[in-house]
Structure formats: C-alpha cells, structure tokens
C-alpha cells in the first residue's frame, strides 16, 4: 500500500495528504472504493460550456492504481509526466533525483516534516521552464522530494483555470475568466473556497454529514476519501479489514454520497491554525464529476 506523502506540505512537503494512494486492485467490493468516472457531457461541449477554445482541450491518464491524473510534460527540458496535485503547495515538486542528475541550480533547503517532526531537507531549485500537455505554466522555482513522482499545483496556476474530465482522459487549462453561465444549478455545485493561512491554494469546502457542516480539503493526489479519525471514533464508525470505515450520506452541495471505504487519517492536524478539514476528498469521489478549478475566482465546481 502506498504511503500517505507527496501531496500538501503543513509546514513543508510531505506533511500532506497526497499519497493516500492505495488503489482498488482486486479487493473485495465491500472493501474498497471503485472509479466510477462520470462526465455530463462530451468534452467537446463542457470545453465550449466553460469557454475553453478547441486547443486547450488535452488529454492526461487517469491511474486507476494511484487514483491520480497524470499529464505529459517537461521540466527544465527534462520530459516528464506530472500528476496535478490541487494539495501541492509549492507549484512543483520533483524527484530529488532529477535535481542532482541534471545539475539544475540549487537555490536553498527546504526542511521534510513529517507528522510535524523534522526528518531532513530537499533542495529547491531554478525552473526555467515548465510545460504541462504543451501548455506553459509560469514558475520560477520549485522543490524536490524523495519519492519518484513529480507533481504540479496551485502556484504554476495562480490565476488560471483547470477542468477534469476523468470520465474521457480530458482536461483543459484555461487563462481566461470563466463564462457568468457558469451558475449554480441542476446537477452543478458552485462553491467558494477558503485556504488556511499561509497555504493559499489549498481548497477547503464545506460539506454536511449527519446533520453537520465539516470542512473538505479537496485533494486530486489522494487516490480515496478520507476521515479524521478522532471524528470516526466519536462517530463510532468500526474499521474495515483494510483499517478504513464507511462514510454514508456525504453531502457536497445537491450531491449526497456514500464512500464504501475512506481512510482513517489525521485530517485535522493537517494545518497549524484554522480553518481546519475533517475530511479529504479524494479521486474516489472527484472521479464521478466534471471538476473544475477556478484559481482566478477562488471557486471549486463539480458537475454531473
């Protein structure tokens, strides 16, 4: 099973959330959450919907195992495939190993932490180019981990727009506005985030289960949904075989969902001061909508 690393940093990479990565594989249904892409339309018409021109539509693999999208792309003139982590805080992030065996320019040290401890440093680097299925994104340094997948989030998007069409392998990246159509509506949820301070980026939205109204971090790097664990034991919410529970009637905006299996985790303590998640929304859940960020507006929207 995959560990939970690579994904949001609290005070520095790796105290996130990302790599919840356990993938279904051939466990019991009862166990383990299955994809279900779903899309509400074809790509060619949510593009034209969210105002997106016929080039900005590419294409990315949806890994089943790692539950994480993938796109192609380059790094410094290195090719590489990156999957977008909307948790990644610090806009890339790569292998350490690509920093020392192509020499890039090494600006500084970041520290590791993990579960708020100190395990040691990474070095940042100098990126003088980043490119993401042909589409250039601005950024000028970015930083390193000791895992073998390279990321890419929020601040090589500031300002910008992505949608994800699991369902079709297609997304587009957008630098435009999106259209004043784009409104709450039948089979769409249009909300306004919130970031703890000092993690701008990072998307929290509200949710309700039980009656209650709990904060989501929204994560596309965590392969399934997961649950603070002192809320599962006041909940009295019993293990499965895999040490993961079932969420029934999470609600996100109209839609009420049911996770077969989330993951037990620290959700709470992700973030030194409020506002704090207690749930993770993984791509367990992102996978059954159109799902877009809107950076430049500060809005999350789900269709289906």
Partial sequence: MKRWAAGLVLATLLAGVVGIGWGPRDLPARLVNRYSPHAPSSPEEWARVYGYGPDELVEFTFDRGRGRPFFQGEVN?????????????????????????????????????????????????????????????????????????ASFGWPSLRGRTITLDYAHGRAAIGSRPLPESITPGRGRYVARYVSPEGYAGAVLIPTRVRGRQYLALVDTGASVTAIDRTLAEEWGLAPNLLGRVRLEGLEIGPFRLDVPSAALRPVRTLFRSGPRPSFVIGADVLCRFLVTFDYAAGRLILER
């Fill in 77 to 149: 003139g290195r090719p590489a495939s990156l999957f977008f982590d909307s948790a990644n805080a610090f806009g890339l992030t790569v292998p350490e190993a690509w920093v020392r065996q192509e020499g890039w320019r090494v600006t500084g040290e970041r520290p590791h932490v993990v579960g708020g401890q100190p395990t040691g440093t990474f070095p940042d680097f100098t990126v003088t180019s980043l490119a993401v299925a042909g589409v250039a994104l601005p950024i000028s340094v970015g930083t390193s981990w000791a895992g073998n997948e």
